[in-house]
C-alpha cells in the first residue's frame, strides 16, 4: 500500500477458522451497519431495525421508563418529546478527551466510551437474531483519518473502539479501512478490470482511495499491491449541517446579534448547539445556566427567549434534524425548503435555499475534493487515466458535491454506489478473504 494508508488494516490470515461467525460492521458518524458472508457464501447485510439493514448511530436514554433505545426508535422518542438524553455522532468523539467524560442518565453516570460500547453490543445481539448465534468476530470499518493530522489521537480513536469491541463481547477484533472495504463491495460487480477512485463521503468524514479493481482479481489473496492509493479528510454531513444550521437558523437566536455595547454575543454556546456531537454539551444545566447569563448581551430579547427555550428543553437534535431534512430535501429537489422552528417561537421558520447550500459549503467541499486530486496525485496517476469515480456515503449525493466532482473530474464517468451499505458488505467480504469466518 502506497503513502496515505493508515496503520493497522493487515490481514492476520486465516488462522481463525475456528472463531464463530464473524460480521463486517459499519459503525457509522449518521448510521451503522452489519454484514455476513460466512466461509464461502455470498455477502447478506442484516435487518437491524424492522426491515432496514441501517442503524442510526443514535442512542435514547428514557428517563420517563428507565429504558435504553436505538436506532430509528431513539431518534422518534426524543423528537416525540418523550424526557431523557438523545446522543448522536459518537464516532466523532472517538480520540477526543471527552471520551471518558461521563454523563447522567437514567441509571447513573455512563461514559461515551460505555455508550459506543452499549451500542455496538445492541449490533452484536441483533446480527445474532438472524445468524442464530453470537459474532465472535469483527472486522471494523475505520476512516483513512479518525483525527485528521494527529497520528497519537487517531490510535487513540482505533484502540477506543477495539476497546468498546472487545466490552461488547467480541472475541476476534480487526480493522479495515472503509474506502477499501467499499472498494471490494463494487468490485463483486465489475465486469472488466478498471481503475476507480472509491469516494466514500459520509456524516463525519471523506474517504478516498485509487484501486485496481476486477473479476480476476476477486480471488487474490493479496491485494495490496492493488491498493494504489488511499486519502482522508474529516469533513462529512454532519459539517455541512452544523455550517448551514450556523448560518441560516443560529442568527435567529441571537449568533451575530450586536448587544446595548455594540458587542456581539459569545458565539461557543451557537456552536456547541449547531455540531451534532456537542449539543448535548450545549445543553447540561451548567450550560443553560452560562447561557442564561448572557441576556445582557442582547438588544432584542426575544432571541434570547429563543435560545433558552431552545437549551432548557433540549432541542438542539431537533434543529439539527431539521436542518439535516432541510439539507437533503433541498439538495434532491434543487427547491427551498423550510426548517420549521415553531418549537423555539410559535410560527418561526427559516428557509434553506439551493444556493445556501452550494455558498455556504463551497469551502468545505473544496476541500473533499482537493483530498479526492490529492489520491489520485498519491496513486501516480492524471486524473484521464482513471476508468470510473465510484460513488458511495449518503453524502456523495449532494448536488453541489456532484458538481463540484464532476467539473473538477470531467471526463471521468461516475458509477452510482449503494450509498449506505457498501461499507458493511466490503468489511463482510474482508472478514471471509481473512478466514475469520
Ligand atoms: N440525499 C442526500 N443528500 C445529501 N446528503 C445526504 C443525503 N442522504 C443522506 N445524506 C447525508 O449523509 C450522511 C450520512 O451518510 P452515511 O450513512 O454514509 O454516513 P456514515 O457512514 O454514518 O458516516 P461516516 O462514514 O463518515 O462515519 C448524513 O450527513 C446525511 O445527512
Ligand atoms: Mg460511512
Known sequence: MRA???????SQGAAHKTMGAAVGIDFGTSNSAVAFAGPSGPVRALPLEGDATTLPTAVFFNSEDRSTH???DAVSLYLAGVEGRLMRSLKSLLG???MNETTAVYDGLVSFQDIVTRFLAELASRAEGHLGQRPASVVLGRPVHFVDDDPKRDRQAEDALRQAARAAGFRHIEFQLEPIAAAFDHEQ??????LVLVTDIGGGTSDFTVVRLGPERVALADRAQDILATSGVHIGGTDFDQRLNLECVMPLLGLRHQGPQGREVPSKVFFDLSTWHLIHWAQTPKAVREANELRSNYTDLRLHDRLMRVLREAQGHRIASEV????ILGSNQDAPAAIDLDFAEKGLSATLRPEDLSTHLDEALSRVVACAHE???RAGLHTRQLDGIYLTGGSSALRPFRHALAHSFAGVPMIEGDLFGGVAAGLAC??????LA
Open 4 to 10: 496515505g494508508a493508515a496503520p493497522a488494516v493487515m
Open 375 to 377: 489520491c489520485v496525485r
Open 324 to 327: 439535516e431534512q432541510a439539507k
Open 96 to 98: 477526543s478527551s471527552l
Open 70 to 72: 436505538f436506532g430509528r
Open 189 to 194: 460487480r465489475v465486469t472488466r478490470e478498471s
Open 430 to 435: 474482508t472478514a471471509q478473504r481473512r478466514g
